[in-house]
């Protein structure tokens, strides 16, 4: 029989579905790809025609929580903020959305986005990474700082990026207030080293400038004693 895109379409949602449930309920360490599929109404085998492994359902799975809460995002009232608080909102936006996935995403979020185990192409937290990154360095651009960011920058950024996330799925504060807090003072210092960098690019490229002046003020001083 024939299947159509819209019946795999909707096979992988049921399978995305299904791990939601068996995620929350069993756990992430204990749910696996046979219970997802079981749970799906499908074949263990047929399972792997849409996702090469757990790690890749979860994957899709929060970058779909992600996508719509940038989206969110995006449809708000634009109002005028500081480079802090765009990033702030793009932050906690992202967070709320993935609250309802709290139970079991300490153990998913280590699997997949792990620093240990590099960063892949195609690998299951790589297209979070880089979607999540590309929505900061707009917000940056539009804050008057030169894109593309520095892969230092990026680096340093998602590294305190994904220390506040770690954090967030264990906050039992109240209204996670401690990640709020937690949250603002790592903005303040990625902001302060935007700047810096940006004070720094600055000051190359005006001793650069008078370097390239200075070479042409001798070459032409040469040509008139020539002369």
Same mark, same amino acid.
């Given at each position: 029989?024939?299947?159509?895109?819209?019946?795999?379409?909707?096979?992988?949602?049921?399978?995305?579905?299904?791990?939601?449930?068996?995620?929350?309920?069993?756990?992430?360490?204990?749910?696996?790809?046979?219970?997802?599929?079981?749970?799906?109404?499908?074949?263990?085998?047929?399972?792997?025609?849409?996702?090469?492994? /757990?790690?890749?359902?979860?994957?899709?799975?929060?970058?779909?929580?992600?996508?719509?809460?940038?989206?969110?995002?995006?449809?708000?009232?634009?109002?005028?903020?500081?480079?802090?608080?765009?990033?702030?909102?793009?932050?906690?936006?992202?967070?709320?959305?993935?609250?309802?996935?709290?139970?079991?995403?300490?153990?998913?979020?280590?699997?997949?986005?792990?620093?240990?185990?590099?960063?892949?192409?195609?690998?299951?937290?790589?297209?979070?990474?880089?979607?999540?990154?590309?929505?900061?360095?707009?917000?940056?651009?539009?804050?008057?700082?030169?894109?593309?960011?520095?892969?230092?920058?990026?680096?340093?950024?998602?590294?305190?990026?994904?220390?506040?996330?770690?954090?967030?799925?264990?906050?039992?504060?109240?209204?996670?207030?401690?990640?709020?807090?937690?949250?603002?003072?790592?903005?303040?210092?990625?902001?302060?080293?935007?700047?810096?960098?940006? /004070?720094?690019?600055?000051?190359?490229?005006?001793?650069?400038?008078?370097?390239?002046?200075?070479?042409?003020?001798?070459?032409?001083?040469?040509?008139? /004693?020539?002369?």
């Amino acid at each position: 029989m024939r299947v159509t895109a819209e019946t795999k379409a909707e096979t992988r949602q049921r399978i995305i579905d299904a791990a939601a449930k068996l995620f929350s309920s069993k756990g992430w360490e204990n749910a696996t790809t046979r219970d997802i599929a079981a749970r799906a109404g499908i074949a263990s085998g047929t399972l792997f025609n849409y996702f090469e492994s /757990k790690e890749a359902v979860v994957a899709e799975l929060l970058s779909a929580a992600l996508a719509n809460a940038q989206q969110r995002l995006r449809r708000r009232p634009r109002e005028v903020q500081s480079l802090e608080e765009d990033l702030f909102s793009l932050i906690w936006t992202e967070l709320s959305s993935l609250r309802q996935f709290r139970r079991f995403l300490p153990a998913a979020a280590e699997t997949i986005f792990s620093p240990l185990r590099g960063f892949s192409q195609g690998g299951p937290g790589e297209s979070i990474r880089v979607k999540h990154l590309e929505a900061v360095e707009q917000i940056v651009k539009g804050h008057g700082v030169a894109a593309p960011l520095p892969a230092v920058a990026l680096q340093l950024y998602w590294t305190l990026y994904l220390g506040v996330f770690a954090f967030w799925t264990a906050d039992d504060s109240p209204n996670q207030e401690d990640t709020l807090a937690l949250l603002d003072q790592t903005l303040k210092l990625v902001v302060a080293s935007l700047r810096q960098d940006e /004070k720094r690019e600055g000051s190359h490229e005006r001793q650069s400038q008078r370097s390239h002046r200075g070479t042409a003020a001798k070459r032409h001083e040469g040509s008139r /004693k020539r002369r």
